[in-house]
């Protein structure tokens, strides 16, 4: 309910707006796990999947009225919700052995590609998903 159904009533809202205005900048947050999945994960990994496509139907929905909808991709990010997982050093070797800048992402690792789709230089980029996981998805 919260990372898709949430996502989309939220995004339908803000297009009421965006539309009439012939202007606007919609930004899921997704997950690498829209790309591959995870043993143990499979509500998360199909809702983050449901994401992406939600992402690429409303960029194909909105365009036309200068709305453009994209998606952040984040890796392994510690977070409330998977704190339990940091918790666990053996699966913090684990995945920061297959991050290849040897590290989990920070939320400021998501600020400047956030204010690049924001802003007019993004103008015709509408229905990306874009991986911001310290090279996690080339491991794969």
């Known amino acids: 309910d919260t990372n898709l159904r949430g996502s989309f009533f939220v995004a339908q ?7 009439p205005r012939r202007s606007g900048r919609i930004i899921n947050i997704g997950s690498v796990t829209a790309v591959f999945g995870y043993a143990g994960l499979a509500p998360y990994c199909a809702s983050r999947g449901g994401i992406k496509q939600l992402t690429m139907s409303l960029a194909d929905d909105w365009g036309r009225h200068g709305v453009t909808v ?41 600020d400047g590609t956030v204010v690049f789709l924001s802003s007019d230089a993004s103008a015709y980029i509408t229905g990306a998903v874009i991986p911001i996981d310290g090279g996690i998805l080339i491991a794969h």
């Open 13 to 19: 809202a803000v297009a009421r707006r965006m539309i």
């Open 70 to 110: 994209n998606c952040l991709a984040p890796g392994w990010f510690k977070t409330a919700q998977n704190k339990v997982l940091y918790d666990n050093t053996k699966w913090v070797e684990y995945i920061v052995g297959r991050i290849p800048l040897g590290r989990p992402g920070q939320p400021s690792d998501l």
